[in-house]
């Protein structure tokens, strides 16, 4: 079984890494339908749509080539590295960005992505 270390991940936009990014997550979900009827004592239940959702942070970095693509609303190609060549890649929206000053600390930044379509491993 593979283990991989948090410092070997990266993230990418397109063919452009992320720069100044320190953490990212990847979300899967699932719906789930109830399909019970009458009398059914126990539910039923019925996988539906799966659907995603990601988002990364780090230092805020308005020259880097990859933070300048990742725009309220812009429709982007993401991967999100485990290591040099296994990573999780899918279309997204940005869906949200957040800033964050304090005054002992460096500005961050956490760009929030919404799947649109599937999520592979490569």
Not at 71 to 78: Q, S, T
Not at 81 to 88: C, I, K, M, S
Not at 100 to 113: D, K, Q
């Amino acid at each position: 079984m593979a283990v991989f270390a948090g410092y070997g991940g990266n993230i990418k936009v397109g063919t452009d890494a992320i720069g100044e990014i320190g953490e990212w997550t990847v979300d899967e979900s699932t719906d789930i339908h109830d399909v019970s009827a009458f009398k059914d004592k126990w539910k039923k239940k019925k996988g539906g749509q799966s659907d995603w959702s990601g988002n990364c942070t780090g230092r805020l970095d308005p020259s880097d080539t990859g933070q300048a693509q990742l725009i309220n609303g812009a429709e982007v190609a993401l991967k999100f590295y485990v290591d040099d060549t296994h990573y999780y890649s899918g279309n997204a929206i940005v869906e949200s960005i957040s800033r964050r000053a304090v005054v002992a600390g460096v500005l961050e930044v956490t760009f929030n992505f919404a799947g649109n379509g599937e999520l592979s491993y490569t």
